[in-house]
């Protein structure tokens, strides 16, 4: 069988290295003095397994919330004798400046620092340890790295104290100390995002081997100090970098550029114009060029052959035929080209074999791909334009759509405008139209970077966008391996604070779903989580709105699947005063049907466990069920589950019926005149994973009505659905008990006439196992 999209499996290496990071102390090492984490001393990890160990760390830390960041991690790497790094990637507010203090001695080839707010003028005395050895540095977006923590000196003290540094790094006087004399290995630096108040130009002067330099959103006060590489530099990006003809002149002296990025973040923002002059020098004076980003200028008109002169034919890549004048000039195609929100996007020609834009799926696509790490801003925009695609029109490229979403989302989890765009995108793109493409890992992962943006954002549309998207799997199969924390996310958003109808409606319908078709074990798990309270809050709410919308027919829905076979939520609906909301909503709603399904299916829950039945058996309940069974609602179903509260009760026998009125003959009266007025065809909305507490009520004399009911239960069942619940009565013992029923003098002629019509239609499946009663199929949404 053909595999799916996105079902490569994780390497050895990769497996290995997640397990050993979460099960720290059972592999690697031991808790040492003060509860610190100590490597053991018989471990000796090369550099290709260190690198793993940290960067998957910090994977980790930011996309799963089951996992537990271990305080003196960092440590574990303090000795190069028995640990080797040389390329880490470290990113968001978590890492602290104790932590690369405590990797100084390591000879890193490789620093990556992103968005790392935390980190003060500290992290810049620590990153001198690494000045023979580093080659590559970025040290994007970290606001505060050129600031002293709180005005305190920037010389510290190797011994300070863990908790010295436990709130993040506050701006206070700029540090003027570092310099970068000594990197002299340095060949790929990222600045974007240096604070205005640090000079550049003095900043970069020690650093004469630079072959990459990202200066974007940097303020720059000159610009011809970027000359001193011209005879180096391959790769400069400019992203938001006020361009004027002074910087198009230095730039184009760089003669061996290969990567160019003079792009901007929109047009509405650019007070520079790109003419045809400014792009054929580009073309003319940078022969090395294969990658050039020109994304969020405008472009004058002449910058592009006229919709007549075109080249015939399908779209070109070959530069002779550019629909952009000046790249007719190129020697052949460039490997890349940002053009997104630009005019130049939209034309025929593009002599480029990747392009980023909004033309077409393609170039929205790429530019997700381009943008995502360094630039949210353009990523989000262009991940709304994917929805659009994925609603309205049909995504092409589906793996690699999902893939780059969630690549996203789990990169900017931080980032609301990232989680808003791609849990929309997320919802059109697993809706059936392509589930069958897609494999259980990637849906995996489209599931937890769902929860990871329902924990991270309260905000009402992430909420729905996420609640939304999860609709579109299986439940609770697909959720299963997240079951508990989904449940708690959902109980969250329902908190009675939330007033929001559309999520309070989906949250409750998941939930629904949730608790529908699921062992036990879970079941009495979400119990325990506060699932019954809730339920019985939002019931509470409603009533006091005196409205029966979705939301309350889905909790009590909740609330009948959640105490099948589970005594503990049973009780706790007791405790909650669900008995009080029955008589209100009955009261409330005398006319909705599916409501008073759902609630009477919820009571036959509670009347199986007979510890419970005492606190049913007071003249107002016994009466309401007594006048229940009169009820036409939803077919025979809200007649069948009071008959079968009652039944229940009445198992007990006539001792523990201590009340006068409604006296217990008169009851049972009724209760076998319902019996004697249902369909014995009829179709059911319920759905029975066992028999046992119908079952407990046949092999007993105390209650022959009881008897009747559960033996007419077993018939319509059988009769009507014999694929399923044949071979359920079977293996639970059925035909056994039915037998005794036949031998029992108490046993009513009618009861024995049924069981026998039910003990030949098990006979008969026996012989013919094919039978499927013309297609009918059980409703599985309920269970009573």
């Known amino acids: 069988m053909a595999a799916k999209a996105g079902d490569n499996p994780d390497s050895l290496m990769t497996l290995a290295t997640v397990f050993c990071l979460r099960n720290l102390r059972k592999t690697m090492c031991y808790q040492g003095s003060r509860n610190k984490l100590q490597l053991r001393s018989d471990i000796f990890l090369p550099s290709e397994i260190c690198d793993k160990l940290v960067n998957t760390y910090m994977e980790l830390v930011h996309t799963d919330s089951n996992f537990e960041p271990e305080e003196s991690f960092f440590q574990l790497f303090s000795d190069p004798r028995s640990t080797r790094l040389t390329r880490v990637q470290l990113r968001e507010d978590f890492v602290r400046d104790r932590d690369l203090e405590a990797i100084k001695k390591q000879d890193l080839i490789e620093l990556h620092l992103t968005y790392c707010n935390s980190l003060s003028s500290r992290s810049l005395k620590t990153l001198t340890s690494f000045r023979e050895t580093l080659v ?12 002293r923590q709180g005005g305190a000196p920037l010389a510290c003290n190797e011994d300070t104290e863990d908790d010295e540094e436990e709130s993040p790094a506050s701006r206070q006087a700029l540090d003027t100390n570092f310099s970068f004399q000594g990197f002299n290995r340095l060949r790929l630096l990222n600045l974007g995002g240096l604070s205005d108040e640090v ?15 990202d200066l974007s959103n940097v303020q720059l006060l000159g610009t011809t100090f970027l000359t001193q590489w011209k005879d180096r530099l391959a790769s400069l990006v400019l992203y938001n970098v006020d361009l004027s003809e002074e910087l198009v002149s230095t730039v184009v002296e760089l003669v061996n550029l290969r990567h160019l990025d003079i792009s901007r973040e929109s047009r509405r923002t650019s007070k520079f114009k790109m003419t045809r002059k400014i792009l054929t020098a580009i073309v003319q004076r940078l022969l090395n060029l294969v990658s050039l980003d020109i994304s969020g200028h405008i472009m004058l008109d002449n910058c592009t052959v006229p919709h007549f002169e075109e080249a015939m034919g399908r779209p070109s890549i070959e530069p002779c035929k550019s629909s952009i004048y000046p790249f007719q000039e190129l020697k052949r195609p460039l490997q890349f080209l940002g053009l997104y929100d630009t005019t130049l996007c939209n034309v025929m020609h593009i002599p480029a074999y990747k392009v980023t834009g909004s033309k077409n799926e393609d170039q929205v696509l790429n530019a997700i791909e381009a943008y995502t790490e360094f630039r949210p801003e353009l990523a989000h925009r262009a991940i709304n334009q994917l929805f659009d695609i994925a609603r309205i029109q049909h995504c092409g490229q589906l793996l690699r759509a999902l893939q780059l979403v969630i690549a996203a989302l789990k990169c900017h989890k931080y980032d609301k405008s990232i989680q808003v765009t791609g849990s929309a995108a997320l919802f059109y793109l697993t809706n059936t139209e392509y589930r069958s493409d897609q494999s259980v890992r990637l849906r995996r992962e489209v599931i937890e970077v769902v929860l990871n943006g329902m924990e991270q954002y309260q905000e009402v549309t992430v909420q729905r966008n996420c609640c939304l998207t999860l609709c579109n799997f299986s439940i ?25 109808e559309s999520i309070q409606r989906i949250a409750v319908h998941l939930c629904n779903a949730l608790v529908c078709q699921v062992d036990n074990h879970h079941k009495e798990a979400v119990g325990k989580m506060g699932f019954v309270k809730t339920m019985l809050n939002l019931i509470q709410k409603k009533l006091q709105d005196r ?11 909740a609330l009948w699947n959640i105490t099948d076979e589970t005594p503990d939520n049973c009780q706790m609906f007791l405790n909650c005063r669900g008995m009080s909301l029955f008589l209100e909503c009955l009261q409330e709603f005398p006319d909705k049907q599916e409501l008073h399904r759902n609630m009477l299916g919820l009571l036959g829950n509670v009347a199986e466990v007979k510890a419970l039945r005492p606190q049913l058996l007071t003249p107002q309940f016994i009466t309401v069920f007594s006048n229940l069974l009169d009820s036409k609602a939803d077919g025979i179903e809200v007649s069948y589950n009071a008959c079968g509260v009652l039944s229940h009760i009445m198992f007990d026998g006539p001792d523990v019926w201590s009340m006068e009125e409604p006296r217990r003959d008169a009851v049972m009266d009724k209760m076998w005149d319902a019996i004697q007025s249902w369909d014995v065809s009829s179709r059911r909305n319920i759905n029975y994973r066992s028999f046992e507490p119908i079952l407990r009520l046949l092999p007993q004399s105390i209650s022959p009505v009881s008897q009747h009911w559960a033996t007419w239960a077993l018939y319509n069942l059988v009769s009507v659905y014999p694929s399923k619940y044949c071979p359920l009565l079977i293996k639970e013992g059925g035909v056994g008990l039915l037998e005794k029923v036949l ?27 094919m039978e499927t009663n013309h297609g009918q199929e059980v409703n599985y949404e309920q269970r009573g």
Not at 201 to 212: C, M, N, Y
Not at 547 to 557: L, P
């Open 743 to 769: 031998e029992l003098e108490s046993s009513q002629p009618e009861t024995k006439e049924m069981a026998r019509k039910v003990m030949e239609q098990c006979e008969n499946f026996k012989e013919d196992p």
């Open 476 to 500: 609770p199969e697909e959720l299963e391996f997240q079951y508990s924390r989904v449940n708690q996310l959902l109980l969250k958003i329902l908190e009675p604070a939330r007033q929001d």
């Open 199 to 213: 000079d550049a130009e003095t900043l970069l002067k020690p650093l004469r081997s630079l072959t990459s330099l």
């Open 547 to 557: 409205m029966c919308d979705q939301v309350m027919e889905f909790s009590w829905s």
């Open 136 to 147: 590559s540095l970025c040290l994007f977006s970290c606001s505060n790295i050129f600031y």
